[in-house]
């Protein structure tokens, strides 16, 4: 009974960071049509971010500062933001009318880049803050101690409950952004029909950016939330979390926001107790084979809507 | 017509409804066509008159009702097949095969009825070969009866907008039809494209024997070239019948002019509450 | 006599790239070799690859997953046949025999996976098609990495060394005679349709589906026979060759030579490869250089470098020339009536 609710907590801290991750695909899906490729390395970028100001400012385990870490989390948020929107208006906004095939190829491109880019031999810097930072893992100083607590048999610690609490208020923030702001309002507006958005006065082009920046601005949370857990960071680390927050953001219905946040419970649920009831050495084709079930059998997702084709 | 008048109508839709969730774009449509006969659907936009063909050649499945191609039921089967039962389509937006030439888009038509499998092909084996020639030799024919014969290498894209359209009913002709369904076909064309094109559908359902079915919304075109008319208003038959009779009636009046126009020129509608 | 045309016309090309082959191979140093026979495998890479996403317009980015199941099949039958002797022949062509029945055995493995894949999958639109075969990929490896039978993370070692160039060049003559046999006939101008306008080729008659699926299993199939000649030359298979990484750079390499152009496939494989074995040390830059190369090419020239064009395009007398049998030429555009 405690493995259970082991799981649960398990399940439920990835989910969450499979949700944060998730609702980026999402949104620039919804407003794009575009499934962004290379989200997952963007979140990578967070990691490192994290790791080069958390250096840069002197934050550790052994100085825990509160005030640090927040600027270490803004300052990797505004980062990722950043190159969010420099991709997009670099290799996605002059392809805007082209076929999705080709953005997708382009997606893939800036993956690649992304991904090789930070294993090249360092141009700049030595030790810990040199760029790129090569294939071999760089340690990241987590923010705090780690404590843990036995709850009757299951083990929670003071990082599965601020990762849950941060993942939700940010979750809750992006539901805020999303339906009831101005920019919220635009952006749905936008994923319904961009050329008519456009007619009514919305700037298309800032929308687009401006998701770009909110979707890498959570990868960038949830990448802080795991590498405080996990301090070993690479430059392929996005890779699999990227697939897999895509795939739950199939699940829920690519381009519904409520729906990447139930996808990503939904996945990390699932990948916890088939990898600890079951097979566990498969755990990462958990989330292909839920992928391929649910385009199979639900294509809209759980919470997505169905587009009909007009001949 | 020569000889006996064949059985089963070539179509026969009866009661079709084709429902979005709370929306009935079509609604207990009925409609038989034996074979030679020229029938044209007329109804302002959104009425349902492209919904009515993508019922019956398969893209949209039925929500209700029954069509049957030659005496046989295809609800549900795929577009691909109810073509092979003889029905063919151009569509309101043209959909040539845009980077392929005029003489592939017609031979691609005439797939669906050759011989030769895989291997053959990969061994390039005479039987193979001679399909080839034959499909060839069918495509270059119905280039030829739509005029285009001179354009054979030309790719779709490039074709003037006329010669698309005609290069789409060609294409049309190729699968081997006995229902052929027009999606506005002079859409787009002048006046005296126009008549041009009324002349071509007249001798081609006159050549090849086809039942004719046609979407337009120029009056003259559709009047001149029907035999019927039937007439749709958001999914409804709200007539049909012969031309003069149809442009007659007032229900049809109302439904394009409005009824404003009716009170003006005092014109009564059967059952109507004033 | 009809026969003999037959064979004429199927048996000549692949001889003639045979001897060419074997000509070549005794001419060429072992280092000179080993690249060609790298570039050749990435030709039936990328020609095969060229028929799902050049003539059928999908979007297939798992290719390496196929080539992996086709590479595992032959190995594992030559070594199951490895002391075997045939017929009583000298070990030297019995050898070849079993070679030639193990690259068929993995092309049939390989065509099965791919009918797998590709049944349920075909129904989906191109983003979501891509990302499920990118899906299939992975599972595969991730299958075979842990399974011991297949050697498990480690792989499979000693395989004895098998492929030559010889092989090598009439297995990627093969992989282009039938690309272009089958884009030259009717069903090949049905997945051109299909790439089209899908809805408008159903219309026509064209049973999309099936016609999907089919390029995708003579795709995968020939994805299998690259991989059987692969391992065959490595003399292991490692899980770690069949990656998403593997099926990227075939993509790179057939969107390079444009998406529908065999002779771009082709080139494209035969520059990338022979590039990079050239300037082994920027092999770190690789992935790099093929992800700007990736990139800029999407935002210059998505075409490629042939577009859907072959070579012959090149030259319109040639081209003129190679036309099947036909009436009388026409008058050209300019002379419409």
Redesign the interface.
């Given at each position: 009974m405690t493995e259970f609710f082991q799981h649960l907590v398990s399940g439920l801290s990835v989910g969450t960071i499979y949700a944060l991750i998730a609702l980026g695909y999402t949104m620039v899906y919804g407003v794009l049509k575009l499934i962004n490729f290379a989200h997952g390395d963007i979140y990578m970028v967070g990691a490192f971010s994290g790791m080069y100001l958390s250096n840069a400012i002197g934050l550790s385990e052994e100085h825990p500062s509160f005030l640090k870490t927040v600027a270490v989390f803004v300052g990797a948020m505004v980062l990722c933001a950043g190159l969010g929107m420099l991709i997009e208006r670099l290799a996605y906004r002059p392809l805007r009318h082209r076929p999705r095939l080709t953005a997708l190829i382009t997606a893939i491109g800036v993956s690649f880049l992304l991904e090789y880019g930070f294993q090249l031999p360092p141009l700049i810097g030595t030790g810990n803050a040199r760029f790129p930072p090569g294939p071999t893992p760089a340690f990241f100083p987590p923010p705090f101690k780690y404590v843990g607590w036995d709850l009757a048999g299951v083990t929670v610690s003071n990082y599965d409950v601020i990762s849950l609490l941060v993942a939700f208020g940010f979750m809750l923030g992006l539901q805020w952004v999303v339906y009831r702001t101005k920019f919220g309002t635009a952006m749905r507006a936008v994923s319904f029909d961009s050329q008519v958005a456009g007619l009514m006065g919305i700037n298309v082009n800032r929308v687009i950016a401006g998701t770009f920046a909110l979707g890498s601005a959570l990868a960038a949370v949830a990448a802080l939330l795991i590498a405080s857990s996990r301090p070993s960071i690479n430059p392929l680390m996005g890779l699999m979390p990227g697939i897999k927050a895509f795939v739950a953001a199939v699940v829920g219905g690519i381009g519904s926001v409520p729906g990447a946040m139930v996808g990503g419970l939904v996945l990390g649920l699932a990948e916890e107790y088939v990898a600890g009831y079951a097979v566990s050495e498969y755990r990462d084709a958990i989330a292909f084979a839920v992928l391929i079930l649910v385009l199979l059998v639900r294509p809209a997702g759980l919470l997505g809507k169905t587009r009909?084709e007009k001949? | 017509m020569t000889g006996p008048a064949p059985s089963a109508p070539v179509l026969e839709a009866s009661k079709v409804t084709v429902q979005?969730g709370g929306l009935k774009a079509l609604a207990d449509f009925d409609l038989r066509l034996q074979a030679g006969e020229l029938v044209g659907m007329i109804g302002p936009n959104g009425a349902g008159k492209?919904t009515a063909f993508?019922a019956i050649?398969g893209?949209y499945a039925p929500t209700a009702g029954e069509v049957r191609v030659a005496g046989e039921r295809v609800n549900g089967q795929?577009?691909?097949q109810i073509?092979?039962r003889g029905v063919?389509?151009t569509?309101q937006n043209i959909?040539?095969?845009?980077?392929?030439s005029a003489l592939?888009n017609v031979?691609?038509?005439?797939?669906?009825g050759?011989a030769?499998g895989?291997l053959a092909?990969?061994?390039?084996?005479?039987s193979?070969l001679a399909?080839?020639?034959r499909?060839?030799q069918r495509a270059?024919g119905f280039l030829e009866v739509m005029g285009l014969?001179?354009?054979?290498n030309?790719l779709a894209r490039n074709l003037p907008y006329g010669e698309q359209r005609r290069l789409e009913i060609a294409?049309?002709l190729a699968?081997g039809p006995k229902l052929l369904c027009l999606d506005e076909p002079a859409a787009g064309m002048n006046a005296s494209e126009k008549v041009a094109l009324m002349e071509l559908i007249r001798k081609i359902r006159d050549d090849f024997r086809l039942a004719i079915l046609v979407i337009e919304h120029d009056m003259r075109v559709v009047m001149g070239v029907s035999e019927r008319l039937v007439v749709l208003d958001h999914g409804v038959t709200i007539a049909s019948g012969l031309p003069d009779a149809v442009r007659r009636d007032p229900r049809v009046i109302e439904a394009y002019l409005g009824d404003a126009y009716l009170a003006e020129h005092q014109i009564a509608v059967p059952g109507a509450v004033s | 006599m009809?026969l003999f045309?037959?064979a004429a016309?199927?048996a000549a090309p692949l001889v003639l790239a045979g001897v060419a082959a074997w000509l070549l191979q005794a001419q060429l140093g072992q280092a000179w070799g080993v690249i060609l026979m790298y570039a050749g495998i990435n030709v039936v890479l990328a020609v095969s690859l060229n028929v799902v996403n050049g003539f059928t317009g999908q979007f297939s980015i798992g290719h390496a997953g196929f080539m992996a199941v086709g590479a595992y099949t032959a190995a594992k039958i030559t070594f199951a046949l490895q002391e075997a002797q045939l017929f009583h022949l000298p070990l030297g062509a019995s050898q070849q025999i079993i070679f030639l029945l193990a690259l068929a055995a993995g092309m049939g493995m390989a065509a099965l996976a791919g009918l797998a894949a590709g049944m349920p999958s075909l129904r989906l639109r191109g983003d979501y098609l891509a990302i499920v075969t990118l899906g299939f990929n992975e599972i595969i490896r991730v299958v075979i990495e842990n399974t011991p039978f297949l050697g498990g993370a480690t792989g499979l070692s000693g395989l004895p060394r098998r492929t030559t160039l010889v092989w090598v060049g009439l297995g990627a003559v093969a992989t282009i005679?039938?690309a272009r046999?089958?884009v030259g006939?009717?069903?090949?101008?049905?997945l051109?349709?299909i790439r089209?306008?899908e809805?408008?080729?159903?219309?026509?008659?064209?049973?999309?589906t099936s016609y999907k699926v089919?390029a995708f299993v003579?795709s995968s199939a020939f994805a299998g026979l690259a991989g059987g000649l692969l391992v065959h030359m490595l003399q292991l298979c490692n899980p770690a060759d069949f990656s998403f990484i593997k099926s990227f750079e075939v993509v790179t390499m057939v969107v390079l030579g444009g998406l529908g152009s065999v002779t771009g496939s082709v080139l494209a494989a035969l520059l990338l490869t022979i590039s990079l074995q050239v300037f082994t040390e920027f092999q770190q830059y690789r992935m790099v250089v093929y992800a700007l190369l990736l990139i800029v090419l999407m935002l210059t020239r998505p075409s490629g470098l042939f577009g859907?064009r072959e070579l012959w395009d090149l030259f319109p007398a040639w081209r003129a020339r190679r036309k099947?049998?036909?009436?009388p030429s026409?008058?050209?555009?300019e002379?419409?009536p």
């Open positions: 009909m001949v | 979005f492209t993508n050649t893209v795929r577009p691909f073509c092979q063919a389509r569509f959909r040539l095969f845009r980077e392929l592939d031979r691609v038509a005439c797939h669906h050759h030769a895989f092909a990969f061994l390039r084996s005479a193979f399909d080839e020639a499909i060839t270059e014969v001179h354009r054979r030309e294409r049309a699968t | 009809k045309g037959l016309r199927s005679l039938m046999r089958l006939s009717t069903h090949g101008r049905a051109l349709a089209e306008d809805v408008a080729a159903e219309a026509m008659g064209v049973d999309t089919r003579i859907s099947e049998p036909q009436p026409s008058p050209t555009s002379e419409v």
